[in-house]
């Protein structure tokens, strides 16, 4: 039934995320010999044209791409399991659409309030961070009561919430100029063009704050997929874990959708498949999401590079364009199955 | 032990359990009797912590429920829900694991462990199937395994040994006949073990082969408590349930047998 063991699957997994990561490296608009991959670790001489691509454009991109990919993937195995809906998405409770409106809002209106840039990160990504996190707050507060948080009413809420989002969003372009408009439409397809050193030690801090914390909730994260009570019989704070899993997901989705723009479907698919793989225990789930995460949008990240050199193609739209038919098919095959 | 005393609860303007008392030793076996939405699975509910009562109070071993640690409740107390939600693809083995959440005893010991119970329950052939592919009664099997693992051994918590408590609601509801045999032998065992049990069943037969407190709610509210030659004696249960029954002595155990007339 599980197609390979845990430990099996994190050394392919790690294999193939070296192998890509080299292979990223190499690759672009400009194709460089493996040879001077040799030659950057081993000798401190004269760096060459080619040296200089990888240190200060692909190096960084393809770190950041990994971050980003690990973080959305383990997010997105955490929504899951919490919302005990192995299709559920970070998306849903609405921290995406929420990032989107904060970060139109500053694009819009940021230059008459804010000086360009504050600690170095860009304003628009502190807008997103905020918006999706003040959006994944007030779908908590709409779906909890005494009684403790419904499920189902934070997937309602999370719709709503989205909505509401998306229409201010359309409310920022609808006033935007052409300038604007073009930052936000690029800005929402998701970009890694920008990377710097700045926003890879941001995004270490975040992934390794997760990869802190979340093992720890693995076994409750377990017990949730029991039920909400039996996880309580099983001496789980729920409603605690509940609070937790929201801030540490909106943070992780936040902070990624604030670096990178809306890479959608990452979050969704991989744990999916980690889970086929494997099977759904978290202990073993959330690390090997957070490898598969990175790798897929290293991947990504390559072919957005190459497919129309020398432009670019979002890396959202690859994203979507790998992932989507690849979905599609693991649909199709469980239908008809009891869980999907 | 296990008690509750005058506790009320309500959802909405609906009251579930009006003021009901109850106190479970260690050693019983107490069968929750009553018609459909009497209240048996809110009070069990109640009893196991899970909803607070408006009123009232809830000891488990002497003590507020909840001013025991969630930890330390679940060493002490297990719940059997009606109904499981489960639907992602664990293995027999993983979902009865998770009765060893709240044990820090190494793998080792708790797959140890895993097998009794799973031998228990006669579905150790079962250990690495797929969850999600059982059928209902052997999901139902499994269930009740993982249940009794949490509450399988003695329990010591803050260097006491402490009583254990063991919940099941409709746990024989898919069951096949051989398996409700099984089950049955089960609570006896459990009970001889001093567990503390509560049950709560539709089929009045196992409640009087097994209970030794039979427990019958009608509305939310207790209508007749006692052994089962007591509730037989009373007829009490013939007009709770609105039908005409007939009780016979079993040829060879000598208890009462309870039949549709």
């Known amino acids: 039934m599980r197609l390979m063991l845990p430990k099996t699957c994190f050394v392919l997994l790690i294999i193939l995320s070296v192998i890509a990561a080299i292979v990223g490296l190499l690759i672009g608009p400009v194709q460089i010999s493996p040879s001077v991959l040799f030659e950057l670790i081993s000798s401190d001489e004269l760096r060459s044209r080619d040296q200089m691509i990888i240190e200060s454009i692909r190096l960084p991109r393809m770190l950041l791409s990994f971050l980003i990919g690990a973080v959305l993937a383990t997010c997105g ?6 919302f005990r809906n192995s299709l559920a998405d970070p998306s849903l409770i609405g921290v995406s659409a929420g990032a989107s409106a904060g970060a139109s809002f500053i694009i819009v209106f940021g230059s008459l309030l804010f000086p360009s840039s504050v600690l170095g990160l860009s304003v628009v990504s502190i807008g997103a961070f905020v918006g999706g996190l003040v959006a ?4 908590y507060r709409l779906a909890s009561s005494n009684e403790g948080t419904s499920v189902a009413t934070m997937l309602l809420a999370g719709i709503a919430i989205s909505a509401l989002a998306g229409a201010l969003n359309q409310l920022f372009s609808f006033l935007a100029d052409n300038d604007m408009l073009r930052r936000i439409s690029l800005w929402q397809m998701g970009s ?6 700045q926003q890879i030690s941001y995004c270490i801090v975040v992934f390794g704050l997760l990869m802190i914390l979340l093992p720890r909730e693995s076994r409750a994260l377990n017990a949730m997929l029991l039920g909400e009570s039996e996880a309580r019989h099983l001496g ?9 899993l929201i801030i540490y997901t909106s943070l992780g989705v936040g902070v990624a959708v604030s670096v990178a723009g809306t890479i959608a479907f990452v979050g969704l698919v991989v744990p999916h498949l980690i ?4 099977g759904p225990d978290h202990r073993h789930l959330l690390p090997a999401s957070a490898l598969m995460g990175g790798l897929l949008l290293v991947c990504a990240d390559a072919v957005s590079r190459v497919v129309v050199a020398p432009a670019e193609l979002p890396i959202g739209v690859v994203t979507a364009i790998l992932g989507v038919p690849f979905f599609i098919s693991i649909l199709v095959r469980q239908r008809g199955r009891v869980y999907a | 032990m296990l008690s509750v005393q005058s506790a009320s609860l309500s959802s909405g303007k609906i009251l579930r359990v009006n003021n009901m008392s109850l106190t479970c030793e260690p050693g019983s076996i107490t069968a929750l009797l009553g018609p459909n939405g009497a209240g048996k699975t809110s009070l069990l509910k109640l009893l196991s912590g899970e909803l607070t009562a408006d009123c009232g109070e809830l000891l488990l071993n002497d003590r507020q429920i909840h001013d025991w640690k969630p930890k330390e409740r679940a060493k002490m107390l297990a719940c059997l829900p009606q109904q499981s939600t489960l639907n992602f693809p664990f293995t027999v083995q993983e979902v009865v694991l998770m009765g060893r959440i709240p044990y820090d005893t190494g793998a080792i010991y708790d797959r140890e462990i895993v097998r009794q119970v799973l031998d228990a329950v006669d579905s150790w052939h079962l250990v690495d199937r797929n969850y999600t592919e059982l059928s209902g009664g052997e999901k139902q099997r499994i269930q009740l395994a993982r249940v009794l693992a949490q509450v399988w051994q003695s329990c010591e ?9 063991l919940l099941l609601d409709e746990p024989s509801s898919s069951l096949d006949i051989a398996h409700q045999q099984l089950l049955q032998n089960i609570v006896l065992d459990m009970s001889q073990q001093d567990v503390v049990v509560i049950i709560v069943v539709h089929d009045l037969n196992f409640a009087f082969s097994c209970a030794n407190q039979l427990v019958l709610m009608s509305d939310g509210q207790l209508v007749a408590q006692g052994t089962p030659k007591q509730m037989m004696a009373n007829n009490v249960l013939q007009d709770v349930f609105g039908v005409k029954l007939e009780y016979i002595d079993h040829p060879t155990t000598g208890k009462p047998v309870v039949m549709l007339n």
């Open chain 2, 157 to 165: 918590v803050e260097g006491q040994t402490r009583s254990r408590v």
């Open chain 1, 136 to 139: 994944a707050w007030i779908v």
């Open chain 1, 236 to 244: 789980v704070g729920v409603e605690w874990l509940k609070r937790r």
């Open chain 1, 192 to 197: 890694l063009e920008s990377a710097d050193w």
């Open chain 1, 77 to 82: 195995a955490v929504m899951q399991g919490l």
């Open chain 1, 275 to 278: 889970r086929l793989l494997i």
